[in-house]
């Protein structure tokens, strides 16, 4: 590896080191503020050194044992799934976990990495199909089946990664644009078509870009089709989603509808982050987290905590990290001479930067809660076992990227 690489590497690994350590810097704060004797604090000092482990083991094994196993760990993965919802602990309203003494495991979170050289394989070795459907179908299987055995639980946080990597990676290895549009359109027509001007318009430029890309009239009639009946099947889905999960939509588009209920985190969240200031109030003193005002101030909300005792400018740092994070995953993935390799490295990244914009734009007001952690920051022991093993698959891309 020349210097240089080298040289930018060194920057992935202090990026990734900040994150650990601004986590277990907060994970004090917020031990400290409830009284619990630096409980998060501990566990999360276990947790990063055992997932450190697990990304050291991961590095020192070749990325082609992971390809010839793929299938076997994501079929098992699956079974995970379909057996935490039999015996699974409940845990606010989700069967998700499994228990053993003290220590809790969360299968969706393995089912994300699992799920991830799945398609990695598949793609890669298929490189001559993509414009096939049954690659496309097959590839969406694998996405959705975890996907769906996850609403189950229900974890619709979790569940929406599997679209976001399955999207990211499709598009990586070159999917044919017609695929693309179609698992685009069900997402986009849902989103919009609470506004009907805009779910109009939307359609209009969707159907432009249809027939510009594919060319291909009865396709953009399917396409179209499918784009009008998620829209009209959106009350039906809004109708099965869980009341909390409709709440935290509802108080998104309007905060102070419900201040001292389903609103009542994003509004101390934004409070937190707001009250920071420039330079912030200082370590262990901030008043939405000492005082106890910031509900999961250690989990999904660490970065209000974060911000309000360290400023625009420690929160500037999380972001910039993030993003050498995103930069250096983007160039490893673009450079590895391996198709597998280098979906890995992309699917890794893609995966990573979403959990943390949708947890970022989440605690600012920008999205509805949804639950999902920020990667490397949030205290949760299944959270940073997959994250960090993650990582070990991008170093592990980083330092094998002239395979073929």
């Not at 990290?321 to 995103?326: E, G, K, N, S, T």
């Not at 600012?364 to 490397?376: D, E, I, N, S």
Request: proline residues 4%; charged residues 10%.
């Amino acid at each position: 590896m020349s210097s240089k690489g080298r040289f930018s590497d060194l920057w992935l690994v202090l990026s990734i080191l900040f994150l650990l350590a601004v986590g277990l810097i907060s994970n004090f704060a917020t031990s400290y503020a409830d009284g619990t004797g630096l409980y998060y604090f501990q566990r999360q000092l276990f947790w990063i050194g055992l997932g450190t482990v697990l990304a050291l083991g991961i590095l020192s094994l070749p990325l082609r044992v992971f390809e010839m196993l793929a299938y076997l760990v994501y079929g098992l993965s699956v079974a995970s799934l379909i057996l935490v919802l039999v015996i699974g602990a409940k845990h606010k309203g989700a069967t998700s976990w499994f228990q053993f003494g003290s220590i809790q495991l969360q299968p969706s979170e393995f089912a994300k990495i699992a799920t991830l050289i799945a398609l990695a394989r598949l793609l890669s070795e298929n490189q001559r199909d993509l414009d096939r459907a049954w690659l496309f179908l097959t590839a969406c299987a694998l996405a959705l089946l975890p996907m769906g055995l996850i609403l189950v639980q229900p974890d619709l946080g979790t569940a929406l990664i599997f679209p976001v990597m399955l999207f990211v990676m499709l598009i990586w290895a070159g999917i044919a644009p017609k695929f693309l549009l179609l698992l685009a359109m069900p997402a986009v027509a849902v989103l919009t078509s609470w506004l009907l001007p805009l779910h109009i318009a939307i359609l209009i430029v969707f159907v432009v870009v249809a027939f510009v890309t594919v060319r291909n009239i009865p396709w953009v009639a399917v396409l179209t089709g499918l784009y009008l009946a998620f829209g009209a099947l959106t009350p039906m889905l809004w109708n099965k989603l869980e009341p909390h999960q409709q709440r935290r939509i509802t108080t998104f588009l309007d905060p102070e509808s419900d201040p001292l209920g389903a609103a009542y985190q994003l509004i101390q969240s934004k409070i937190a982050v707001g009250s920071g200031g420039v330079a912030g109030k200082g370590f262990l003193n901030g008043t939405q987290t000492q005082l106890q005002f910031l509900p999961e101030g250690h989990n999904d909300f660490i970065f209000s905590a974060f911000a309000e005792e360290w400023g625009f400018v420690g929160a500037l740092f999380v972001v910039m990290a993030f993003f050498v994070l995103f930069y250096r995953g983007v160039a490893i993935a673009t450079k590895c001479h391996a198709p597998f390799h280098s979906l890995i490295a992309i699917g890794v990244t893609g995966t990573i930067i979403f959990q943390t914009l949708t947890n970022l734009l989440m605690t600012v007001g920008f999205l509805p809660v949804t639950g999902l952690p920020l990667p490397l920051v949030s205290y949760g022991g299944s959270s940073m076992l997959v994250t960090l093993a993650m990582v070990g698959l991008l170093f592990s891309t980083a330092l094998r990227w002239r395979e073929y």
